[in-house]
């Protein structure tokens, strides 16, 4: 008759009970404690005060802001059309550089302030686009056509035009919109008066005569998106 005189199994420090909780101890002790009391407070103060970022966000009565949202997504437009791919890499970087050239450019562009922020501000821009190139090819034909025909009577004058565009920009636009025209040239804006040269003006034309003729396609357009 044999004896086993093996001594029994001592268990693993993995199985042991003890050894398990005295390490589950030592993990709250050294990770778990130290995140709630110091890296727990700081994430909450962050995101508190990213929230009260964020309520502070006013596109609509803030110019700053309006001018920094504005400049970037203009600014990455025109990056994603000179680099030419969509790839990650790009947008991250054009997004980057938008907006850094936006925050510091933003106290320059008061300009941006005198447009008109709406929904369907895109499609009056479409729409004044549209206007302004049938209005082009309208011009060019009519000069041309007067080039090709001596006969036709040209009545050169410099006429007045009155605007209700309030801002610079939108005078700006109005003007250089008239001079893009063939047969009339903006000369000079003096306060909501444009002194523009016209080559077939009717003898003695009055004020409200030229302003319908010359402008007023186009500032009734503008007027939509554009003080």
Known sequence: MTTDNSSPETPSPEKDPKKLKQLANQVQNLVVKPYKKRIMPRFRRFFHGLKEQYRKIDIKNEPR????VVATLVLFIVWLLLVG??????????????AFTAFLSSNHLAFIDNLKFKWAMPLHVLRYLQ???????????DMARRVLSPRLPINPALVEVQTQLK????KLILANSITLTPGTLTVDVVGDHLQVHWIDSTPGVDLEHATVAIA????????EFIE
Not at 167 to 170: Q, V
Not at 216 to 223: A, G, I, N, V, Y
């Open 85 to 98: 791919t969509l790839s990650w890499s790009e947008i991250v970087v054009g997004i980057v550089v938008a």
């Open 65 to 68: 802001q309006r001018r920094f």
């Open 131 to 141: 206007v302004f190139v049938v209005a082009l090819l309208r011009a060019n034909i």
């Open 167 to 170: 801002s610079p920009l939108g």
């Open 216 to 223: 007023e396609s186009f500032e009734r357009h503008l007027q």
